[in-house]
């Protein structure tokens, strides 16, 4: 007899085309009827909370009275709850914020008994390759989903482990139809039959053994009340089988008794049976970019701030980061991240992105100062001190500000040596914008802001610093005008159209046209791009430019700004009126010790419908691109054979070759390699007749939140038809990413370090004996210069360095984005007495051998380590 269980459970969407207040206004109310009827019916004896806590938590904001309730559920194994805290996204989320996720939602779920082993993410917009590694890190050994997956991948059940590149391996119980299926499921026995006949035929066909889920849940769907009445029919209908109220974990229970089942490798992204969205990526861009720029500013700053601070003697900030931490994971569940939402909750998305950054900001100022102010030394000068925090030490050209009541100055090391700087600009600033108790008092005399750069070398995850002296000698900026850019390592031009050709010395190659920028229309919604049909893509080739290029010895600047004249609206680009404008504004910034062109995008957008890529050629014909996805690389085919055949097999959406990045992604061969580096957009092609173009979209613009009948996604709309004008993206737009040309074959370049220190600027703090937030002197004196640990192998990328949650240890994680094992060794210090091998939850392993100080433990390809010590 077939068994049939049936998983009660609701998919909660804390917010999409509804705001999360009045989600919770019904959330409230539904976890009345839920705790009542598993308190009261012995015959319910599940409900699945929807694996994530943030619906605890916005239950408790308003019934904080009820949790010995839900603990006591929760206890007894009725209530399941975690193990994430929001449900969230694969594709554009970084890896320590899905760690996060996991981290954090295990810890609110222990806080009222066991939680749920499942990585439970049902719709999530396709399932990144490193899940199975991720899960195993948390010792979950079970994972449920559903988009993403076709028979192409190596199998057509809907059972099968699921193994990543380091061998972690999960078994995978897919939701072949979703998880909505037994959603409110009719006491009318012709209605009921007709809706369960259609879904047995797939489940069966997908199943390994007698048993299927019939998950009885749907999107903010209250407990089903009837569902003893519903299972008493079902069992009449279906006499073969067997019905009854379950949970996930009994159907993994019998499926683990197989013997053979499949094996898959790789991402799911394959949009045949179930829409993933491959260019809901550029969907609002500004908010995209604003968790980009969180995310790299918590993992590569804040946390190694604070483990130095921590280090020298401060407290470690847990509660405060671990509120910055939740903040963006509201953001982080597929719709809200996604940005397929009303407009009235993007603004809310983009409001938890602002105070999320504010807070980051604020905390990171707040442990430089802290450090800086404490600083041990009879000099009685001014300071400005440099942060490294990557560990190893770092040859930079550092861009400062120096706040001063000097007319002129010069810079000390604690040698007493002096150090060269250049001064790009100076400006007279109000004392008031310092301190305000300076006028209060009567003192008028302006401050001089200076913005200086210098080279020089900083210690390893630590810090340098330099004492400001007054001097006599009067320092005047140095930038002075130039034609082109000449480095060691590029001669760059710049055309009159805008773009930019880079000749570059190591490989002897010429890339012309770089940076030339692409226009089409989007007759998408907020899923999807959708282009017109037989449009002719408009380009700046044309445009004037106006272009000024300056210099000093450390770098170059390069300023150009032009009107892209593109339509306004879709029926004038069909009509081919152009009568609207994209304002573009390109600053280059070109360090002359390192080679990498950083790019920073300001476009002021007056137009509706239409999307805007840049291009950059890099001159090699691939058949793969490479990108980076959390803790490693993966390699994606620059074409898909299944564009083909979509139409004739009916896939759900057209499988063009659109993908996610998160630091990264290129073109390479046995000679060079083209990346681009990115703290902003984070979606790619690769195009051209030859696919040897990488396109960086910049924006999408489009007005509606979901559409029927797209072109390359026919059928019904995804979401529901309503206008969202804010996805219009008009007004102005900033993104940074960096190009970086690379001699030499795979092995040879790690671009994944190329990206963490992109990522990872050098850090400065100005202290002057003013202050607008007065603190009292700490009792902790620390050294002018530190370095809290080096690595002595640089064969692999640093994740974080964080101070563990539970113990007085420190996290120090890394991974290898590279196709071969690497040997990772570091010198740990001189008072570290031992350290352990530990999994993502921060759970000591194993331990590790300490000679010297230096511990070394192998990764495998794509592999993360976590030690403990």
């Not at 020298?312 to 996604?338: R, T």
């Not at 109000?430 to 302006?446: E, S, W």
């Given at each position: ?308 601070a921590y280090s020298l003697g401060f407290e470690y900030h847990h509660g405060l980061i671990e509120l910055i931490w939740k903040e963006i994971m509201k953001n982080h569940a597929h719709d809200s991240i996604g940005c397929c ?380 038809k309503l206008p969202t004008p804010d996805s219009q993206m008009l007004g102005k737009l900033t993104l940074d990413f960096a190009i970086s040309i690379q001699k030499g074959a795979d092995s040879e370049v790690n671009v994944g ?117």
């Amino acid at each position: 007899m077939k068994k049939v269980h049936i998983v009660p459970h609701m998919h909660w969407d804390r917010e999409w085309y509804f705001t999360t207040e009045e989600s919770r206004i019904l959330l409230v109310n539904n976890m009345e009827e839920i705790l009542e009827t598993l308190e009261n019916d012995s015959d319910y004896p599940y409900y699945v909370l929807d694996g994530q806590t943030a619906i605890l938590e916005d239950y408790f904001a308003v019934k904080p009275e009820n949790k010995e309730r839900v603990k006591k559920l929760v206890q007894e194994g009725k209530l399941i709850i975690g193990p994430w805290y929001t449900q969230t996204d694969e594709m554009i989320v970084g890896g320590e914020s899905i760690v996060r996720n996991l981290l954090y939602g295990i810890k609110d779920s222990e806080q009222f008994g066991s939680y749920m082993k499942i990585g439970y993410l049902p719709d999530s917009f396709g399932q990144s390759s490193q899940m199975p590694q991720i899960l195993k890190g948390f010792d979950i050994k079970y994972s449920i989903f559903w988009r993403g997956t076709s028979e192409r991948h190596g199998t057509d059940k809907t059972e099968f482990y699921w193994e990543a590149d380091d061998g972690s391996k999960v078994l995978v119980q897919l939701f072949p139809l979703g998880y909505a299926i037994g959603k409110y499921l009719p006491e009318d026995e012709e209605k009921l039959q007709e809706r369960i006949d259609k879904y047995f035929t797939i489940l069966d066909q997908g199943a390994t053994t007698e048993n299927i889920i019939l998950p009885n849940g749907h999107d903010q769907m209250p407990i089903q009340k009837n569902i003893s009445t519903i299972i008493e029919k079902l069992s009449k209908l279906y006499p073969d089988r067997e019905f009854f109220l379950s949970r996930y974990e009994n159907v993994f229970a019998e499926i683990e008794k197989s013997s053979d089942l499949p094996t898959l490798k790789g991402e799911f992204l394959d949009g045949k049976y179930m829409r993933v969205h491959r260019s809901i990526y550029s969907t609002r861009m500004d908010i995209k970019a604003a968790n980009a720029r969180i995310e790299n500013k918590l993992a590569n700053i804040l946390e190694p701030l604070a483990s130095v601070a921590y280090s020298l003697g401060f407290e470690y900030h847990h509660g405060l980061i671990e509120l910055i931490w939740k903040e963006i994971m509201k953001n982080h569940a597929h719709d809200s991240i996604g940005c397929c939402c009303s407009d009235k909750v993007h603004q809310e998305i983009f409001n938890r992105f602002t105070l999320a950054e504010e807070k980051v900001d604020q905390l990171i100022e707040f442990y430089k100062r802290k450090i800086v102010d404490s600083i041990g030394t009879e000099w009685n000068y001014d300071r400005l001190t440099a942060f490294n925090f990557l560990p190893y030490v770092r040859d930079e050209v550092m861009t400062a500000t120096v706040i001063s009541k000097f007319h002129s100055f010069k810079l000390l090391n604690e040698e007493e040596e002096e150090i060269e700087f250049e001064v790009l600009k100076s400006e007279i600033i109000d004392p008031g914008l310092i301190d305000r108790q300076i006028v209060h008092y009567g003192n008028y005399d302006p401050f001089i802001k200076y913005t200086v750069q210098l080279r020089d070398s900083i210690p390893s995850l630590g810090y340098k610093t330099y004492f400001v002296v007054e001097d006599t000698r009067k320092k005047e900026p140095t930038l002075c005008s130039a034609d082109s850019v000449c480095t060691d390592f590029f001669d760059i031009t710049v055309n009159s159209n805008g773009s930019i050709n880079i000749y570059d010395k190591k490989i002897n190659q010429t890339f012309e046209q770089v940076l030339l920028l692409e226009n089409g229309g989007d007759d998408g919604d907020e899923y999807d791009y959708s282009p017109l049909a037989d449009e002719q893509l408009l380009y700046n080739d044309h445009v004037k430019a106006a272009i000024e290029i300056t210099e000093n010895r450390y770098t170059s600047f390069i300023d150009i700004q032009y009107t892209l004249a593109v339509p306004e609206s879709l029926e004038h680009r069909k009509q081919k009126v152009v009568n609207s404008s994209v304002d573009v504004h390109i600053v280059l910034t070109v360090p002359k010790h390192k080679p990498i062109i950083e790019v920073k995008f300001e476009v002021v957008n007056h137009a509706r419908d239409h999307r805007l890529r840049a291009l950059i050629p890099t001159g090699i014909a691939s058949a793969f691109s490479v990108a980076d996805n959390q803790f490693g690389i993966i390699k994606r085919k620059v074409y898909d054979e299944a564009m083909e055949v979509w139409e004739e097999e009916n896939w759900d959406e057209r499988p063009d070759s659109i993908y996610p990045m998160l630091s990264f992604t290129g073109l390479r061969n046995q000679q060079h390699g083209v990346y681009i580096l990115t703290n902003s957009t984070r979606e790619y092609e690769i195009v051209g007749e030859e696919y040897d173009t990488i396109a960086i979209t910049l924006f999408r613009s489009i007005g509606v939140l979901g559409k029927e009948e797209l072109l390359r996604r026919p059928g019904r709309p995804s979401g529901i038809k309503l206008p969202t004008p804010d996805s219009q993206m008009l007004g102005k737009l900033t993104l940074d990413f960096a190009i970086s040309i690379q001699k030499g074959a795979d092995s040879e370049v790690n671009v994944g370090r190329l990206a963490k220190e992109y990522l990872t600027p050098i850090h400065l703090y100005n202290k002057i004996p003013y202050n607008a937030m007065k603190l009292n002197q700490a009792i902790v004196k620390t050294p002018v210069s530190f370095s809290l640990l080096k690595e002595t192998n640089p064969q692999v990328v640093l994740s974080t360095l964080k101070k563990a949650e539970k113990d007085d240890r420190l996290v120090l994680r890394f991974y290898n984005p590279t196709d071969n094992t690497k040997l990772a060794s570091f010198e740990l210090g001189s008072s570290v007495e031992q350290a352990y091998k530990a999994n993502l939850n921060e759970k000591p392993l194993e331990s590790l051998i300490l000679r010297e100080n230096l511990v070394e433990i192998e990764a495998k390809s794509n592999q993360v380590q976590t030690i403990l010590f």
